[in-house]
Structures are given as structure tokens and as C-alpha cells.
């Protein structure tokens, strides 16, 4: 048995509508050892967003509960669940969300700057070589394309070692070869540090080189599968 890093426990998500109570999640269980990969997969609406962000600390629960890297995050305020996000989580959005005002590596500095690491530099170098933006570390965001920015996002999100990677569509704005590129990045990552892969994703080539995948439908984990 390994070490469980993320569990959830009777997860659901209910909000409030014109119509009435909208339940965009129905209760799920799940849980996920260090070195685990998972991805949520369906279509567009079924929930799969909203499960990262629950499962991540974004958003809180209607019931249910997540525990990551053993703290429960219901019991917690909002600064303590950005503590435990800040130390244990690291996140791949769609858009990106790199800082305009710094270069590449810049970017991928700051994490491990925060964490006051002396060794920022050369690793953040390291890193966005592997991605392979060698020539364009003092780039900024607005120099680069859109697949460049997502790899920039992804060197950062593995520069401070996160025991959890929480990733929205991590090669949905990459063509088909830098995205096969990423995807063996992203694995090689696992494997070497670790890291637990949490995927949302439509690729569904990316998502069967998952050890685990669970599909939802209106909300409704219709698995979980293993592939």
C-alpha cells in the first residue's frame, strides 16, 4: 500500500438556481496515493473542473469532504488552505496565469524564490531547457505563443516539487508533437520526484497513460476505470 496524499470522501457540489438547487457534482469517492496519476475526463459540463477545484482547496464542498497531505480543508480558513496549497500543490490552468511583468524565467523563479531557495536560478534554467524554451528564457509572456506559455506554466508548476500536480488540460493549446512532448514530461516528472498527477483532459491518449481515470456524466462518476 502506498502513502495516501488526496482523498475525498462524499464530494458533491450543489449551487443555487433559478429553477432551483443545481447539483453539479454528485457525491464521489476517491483517493490517491503519492506517485498516482489520475485523470477526470468528459464532456464539456460534466463536472470534471469542478472536482479539480474541490479536490485542489479552490472552492469548498456542499458536502463531503478533501483531506490533502493529510489536513482536512474544510476544517481550515482560507489562508490556512493557501498555506497547505503553497506547500504541497502545484497547479497547470488554461490560462496560464504567468506574471506579465517577468520574463520566462523569471516566472519560473518565483515559486522556489518564495520558498527562499538559493538554487532558483539554475533550476528554473533547467526546467524551461526541458520544455524546451532554452533560447527564450528572457522572453516575456507577451513574446511568447500560446503553447510556449503553457510550457512556461509547466516548468513553474514543477519548480517547487509539489506532492500534488493539478493540471486543466495541460496540452490543450499545444500541437501534436510539443504535446506528446509535454505529456512524457509530465510522466517523467511522476515518476522521478513523485509527484501525484491530477489530469482534466479530452485527450484521451493523455488520459490512458493515466494509472487511473474516472469519466464523469452531468456530474455523475460513472467509474472509476482503470485503464
Known amino acids: ?64 469532504e478533501v483531506t490533502l497531505a493529510g489536513r482536512a480543508l474544510s476544517t481550515l480558513d482560507e489562508d490556512q488552505r493557501a498555506r497547505v496549497r503553497a506547500e504541497h500543490v502545484g497547479f497547470v490552468f488554461q490560462s496560464f496565469q504567468l506574471l506579465d511583468s517577468l520574463n520566462a524565467l523569471e516566472n519560473v523563479m518565483l515559486p522556489m524564490e518564495l520558498e527562499g531557495r538559493k538554487d532558483a536560478r539554475e533550476q528554473a534554467r533547467h526546467l524551461l531547457e526541458r520544455v524546451g524554451l532554452g533560447q527564450r528564457l528572457s522572453h516575456s509572456p507577451r513574446q511568447l505563443s500560446g503553447g510556449e506559455q503553457q510550457r512556461v506554466a509547466i516548468a513553474r508548476a514543477f519548480a517547487a516539487n509539489p506532492d500534488v500536480l493539478f493540471a486543466d488540460e495541460p496540452t490543450g493549446n499545444l500541437d501534436s508533437h510539443t504535446g506528446e512532448r509535454i505529456t512524457d514530461l509530465l510522466f517523467e516528472l511522476n515518476k522521478e520526484r513523485g509527484t501525484t498527477l491530477v489530469l482534466v483532459t479530452h485527450d484521451e491518449r493523455l488520459a490512458h497513460r493515466c494509472r487511473r481515470l474516472i469519466r464523469l456524466e452531468a456530474g455523475r462518476m460513472v467509474g472509476p476505470l482503470e485503464p
Open 1 to 64: 500500500m502506498g502513502e495516501s496524499i488526496l482523498t475525498a470522501q462524499n464530494l458533491s457540489k450543489v449551487v443555487p438556481s433559478a429553477e432551483g438547487e443545481l447539483i453539479i457534482l454528485h457525491p464521489l469517492n476517491l483517493e490517491l496515493n503519492k506517485g498516482d496519476s489520475l485523470a477526470i475526463v468528459g464532456a464539456s459540463g460534466s463536472g470534471k473542473s469542478t472536482l479539480l477545484g474541490l479536490l485542489a482547496g479552490l472552492d469548498l464542498p456542499s458536502s463531503g
